[in-house]
């Protein structure tokens, strides 16, 4: 046995040092992290602002308008403090401040930028905030709006005011509502050799036609010019309502643009003024100018008196309810639908079903409400979180489900068993049908001189294989399992809305509705929003007004989830994909850009999945 040499004096002096100098490198930087904890703690409450008499609430967020965070509220707060928010305003925080505005004493007026407000894929959502101006302005108090430039889903919530000023230099566009998309079967099948097999149930479902049409069939055309020339009519409605103006000549207006905008001498603002759907054409500083006559000057901020809409949230507080009342729950599920656990701002079969058994497992829980804003996904993912809705119904817990933008396909699958459905008439539902999608890339791989060959115990061994041809036989194995999955939506959507089969299969063959069609065929049973869900859920749990609280069920996240939640793996795939395809080094719209990311971000989780079941409905604005 060799005995070992003990180390040096100098090595050991050496080693202790660094020790010591490490261990006073770790003490400093933990330090510095209290430090700078506590000095944004004492900025922030030392710059939390005095609610005082004549104060208008200013909302500008420049942000996307979301049902959750994407990072989740705690992630959120984070970025705020460091000055990288990540542009997201909840529908819920909107709807908080503006109810608590309508009520509040020191609040004189609201004063809103529109035109900083993204909106999502729908007009749902948008009708749901613009209801809630219409309530402020109903209540007596005045609400403003100013823009730089408005589109057609930002003037829906400037509408709403007792006076929109628009930029001199800005414009108003109004085109009416579209539904196109990218075809890929020339570019996927004939030019890179790629055989896209889809199987599906549905004359209507038109999810995936894209990979194997170069147009959208006559029936999807039919289908979606139904539904959208509802929702169109619809906002015209809404917008000639509150600005005075008749539909019909709204409608005119826009379809004679080209003569309005030359009697305009081509200024789009002056035609928006022509047409009274501004009231005047005012600069941001001329607005502000307005706003100190008509409010008291903020000797600070040399403007206004005002407050913006984070600091008035901070301000009111959680004003849901008492803290340990009975509670109505709300579960977020928005998103595509996805198996597993998803983070915040996805729907994962499992990480949803586990929010909704937390719900129901909480003693205080007494209704549930299941906020749903998803064109569907993954058949057993949709289906692990209906059997949850179902058990909780099963445990004397009312379930209400309200809509947001789209509750198509998986998302109406995940809806159909609450004791109540509410939705906006816009609201983009049905799509109640099947498919699956494959690739397989023999041809690829000859061009390449690359050839896959084997053997297998049974005909089945490698069937599924992207590198051989698709085996027909197969392929009815893959059919017949569609069929049965259609089968199973219709008889659980016929059970769930005390319906037969066939009624269900005549109005389901992956047909899209507005909330207003799907009403009238007994999809849905009350229109309304978020609101009106919670108070329809206390209502049937017989709770109450005011003395109930509501009760937002989100999982919370980790540190390490906190970081990696600003980095989208779904979204570097896809990109990933763009660059392989040389579609990468085109200039295109941004927004074409966008649709072939998701696109072939789908088709990639469909070549890494194939097979998968999907009740998808691509069917957003």
Same mark, same amino acid.
């Given at each position: ?59 500008? #967020? ?36 503006? $109810? ?15 035109? *900083? ?8 959502? !948008? ?46 566009? %109004? ?6 998309? !990218?075809?890929?079967?020339?570019? *996927? ?23 194997? *049409? $170069? ?8 289908? $979606? ?21 008749? #539909? ?52 600070? *901020? ?5 407050? $913006?809409?984070?600091?008035? !949230? ?101 809806? %159909? ?16 049908? %099947? ?120 999982? #919370? ?65």
């Amino acid at each position: 046995m060799v005995e070992q040499q003990k180390p040096s004096l100098i090595y050991r002096f050496v080693r202790g040092i660094w020790r010591s100098v490490n261990f006073l490198r770790l003490l400093a930087m933990n330090l510095l992290f209290l430090l700078i904890v506590f000095v944004i703690g004492a900025v922030v409450l030392s710059e939390r602002p005095e609610l005082r008499q004549h104060t208008a609430l200013v909302i500008a #967020p420049e942000a996307k308008l979301v049902e959750q965070y994407s990072a989740g509220a705690g992630a959120m707060a984070v970025r705020r403090a460091f000055g990288q928010a990540g542009k997201e305003v909840q529908l819920r925080d909107l709807l908080r401040a503006l $109810d608590a505005a309508r009520t509040d004493k020191r609040i004189e007026r609201v004063v809103i930028r529109p035109d *900083l407000i993204q909106a999502g894929g729908g007009l749902a959502q !948008l009708r749901e905030v613009a209801t809630a101006l219409r309530q402020v302005r109903d209540s007596g108090k005045e609400v403003i709006a100013y823009a730089d430039n408005l589109d057609q889903k930002s003037y829906l919530l400037a509408a709403q005011a007792n006076t929109i000023y628009l930029n001199p230099t800005g414009s108003l566009t %109004m085109q009416g509502l579209a539904n196109y998309r !990218l075809y890929y079967r020339e570019g *996927l099948q004939d030019k890179l050799g790629v055989d896209v097999q889809l199987f599906r149930v549905g004359t209507y479902k038109s999810a995936a036609e894209p990979y194997i *049409l $170069d147009a959208a069939s006559p029936d999807a055309k039919q289908a $979606d010019l139904y539904w959208m020339s509802d929702l169109w009519q619809r906002y015209l409605v809404d917008v000639g309502k509150a600005r005075g103006i008749d #539909p019909a000549k709204l409608a005119a207006d826009i379809d004679d643009l080209p003569d309005g905008l030359k009697a305009a001498d081509g200024d789009m603002a002056k035609w928006a003024l022509n047409e009274h759907l501004v009231d005047a054409l005012k600069t941001g500083d001329e607005v502000e100018d307005i706003l100190e006559k008509k409010g008291v000057v903020d000797d600070q *901020l040399h403007s206004f008196r005002q407050i $913006d809409l984070d600091a008035y !949230l901070a301000r009111i507080g959680n004003t849901d309810g008492p803290l340990g009342a009975d509670a109505v729950a709300v579960v977020v599920a928005s998103g595509e639908i996805s198996p597993g656990r998803q983070p915040p701002g996805s729907i994962g079969g499992q990480s949803t079903a586990e929010l909704i058994a937390q719900a129901r497992n909480d003693e205080h829980t007494k209704a549930l409400v299941l906020r749903v804003d998803s064109p569907g996904g993954e058949m057993f993912a949709s289906e692990q979180i209906r059997r949850e809705v179902e058990l909780t119904r099963n445990a004397g817990i009312p379930v209400v489900v309200s809509m947001g933008n789209v509750a198509a396909s998986g998302g109406y699958w995940i809806s %159909m068993n609450a004791n109540r459905i509410y939705a906006d008439p816009s609201t983009i539902t049905g799509s109640i049908g %099947m498919y699956a999608l494959a690739m397989n890339a023999p041809r690829v791989l000859d061009k390449l001189g690359v050839h896959s060959d084997g053997v297998g115990t049974t005909r089945w061994a490698g069937a599924g294989d992207p590198t051989r041809p698709l085996d027909p036989a197969f392929g009815q194995i893959v059919q017949t399992s569609i069929d049965h999955g259609y089968a199973q939506f219709v008889g659980k959507v016929a059970r769930a809305r005390d319906r037969t089969p066939q009624q269900i299969d005549a109005i389901a063959q992956g047909r899209v509705w507005s909330g207003a069609q799907a009403k009238q065929r007994g999809l849905i049973d009350d229109f309304g929003g978020l609101r009106d869900a919670i108070a329809g859920a206390a209502e049937l749990a017989h709770l109450s007004k005011g003395k109930y609280r509501v009760s937002y069920v989100e999982k #919370p996240m980790t540190a390490l989830e906190h970081f990696f939640a600003g980095f989208d793996d779904s979204s570097s795939r896809a990109h990933a994909l763009l660059a392989a395809s040389g579609l990468g080094t085109l200039v295109l719209p941004e927004k074409a850009q966008d649709q072939i990311v998701h696109d072939l971000d789908w088709l990639g989780a469909a070549r890494n999945q194939p097979f998968a079941i999907e009740a998808h409905c691509m069917c957003g604005l």
